[in-house]
């Protein structure tokens, strides 16, 4: 069955760095488009960035353009979010979550979602 | 960016009770829409792709219609287990966006 396992969270300082990753099983990794979604405390949905299943094309949200990159090693089934500058309004459960289809297409809906990482930005 | 409006932001239902939520986007997004069901400490659920196409392995219960800009979310004889938050999200242009989601609650 999928699997979707994020780690890497925790508590770090305003303009520190900090990387999550999300070790995939259960599907072929290599043939799905990823996505990192988050939530902050009491709050609602937010979409940080999307990789397709080769790693060359990569969208992001707004608010996290230029500050996160998103990665994936297909050859270890794992994405990646490295997260530089962080802020205060980045505090939030940070899931990943798989593609519903193996297809190139960039506008599909996101399917399984892991259970998700708590990064708190404070000093 | 498209922006996702959900209403009611909260609602009470009995047991049995046929329930309506409604999202509507700030431009047309043909069918790319899809329905979230989230329960507190836990991850979002997938539920329904394309406005109205049901996620695998999710009960018939859910049904969901629309196009374009307005959408509904419908439950039609709600279970305990159905007490939750829900979301909706278009996915036809990034960054895809949530609606402020749904709280439906026991009356």
């Known amino acids: 069955q999928v699997q979707l396992v994020e780690s890497g969270g925790g508590v770090v300082q305003p303009g520190r760095s900090l990387r999550l990753s999300c070790a995939a099983s259960?599907?072929?990794?290599?043939?799905?488009?990823m996505h990192w979604v988050r939530q902050a405390p009491g709050k609602g949905l937010e979409c940080v960035a999307l990789i397709s299943s080769a790693g060359t094309i990569k969208y992001y949200g707004d608010s996290v353009k230029g500050r996160f990159t998103i990665s994936r090693d297909n050859s270890k089934n794992t994405l990646f979010l490295q997260m530089n500058s962080l802020r205060g309004e980045d505090t939030a459960v940070y899931y990943c979550a798989k593609n519903r289809r193996p297809v190139a297409a960039m506008d599909e809906v996101s399917d399984y979602w892991g259970q998700g990482t708590l990064v708190t930005v404070s000093s | 960016d498209i922006q996702m409006t959900q209403s009611p932001s909260s609602l009470s239902a009995s047991v049995g009770d046929r329930v309506t939520i409604t999202c509507r986007a700030s431009?047309?997004?043909?069918?790319?829409l899809a329905w979230f069901q989230q329960k507190p400490g836990k991850a979002p659920k997938s539920l329904i792709y394309a406005a109205s196409s049901l996620q695998s392995g999710v009960p018939s219960k859910f049904s969901g219609s629309g196009s374009g800009t307005d959408f509904t979310l419908t439950i039609s004889s709600l279970q305990p287990e159905d007490f939750a938050t829900y979301y909706c999200?278009?996915?036809?242009?990034?960054?895809?966006?949530f609606g402020g989601g749904t709280k439906v609650e026991i009356k």
């Open positions: 999200q278009q996915y036809n242009t990034y960054p895809f966006t």
């Open positions: 259960g599907f072929t990794f290599s043939t799905y488009g």
């Open positions: 431009q047309g997004i043909s069918n790319y």
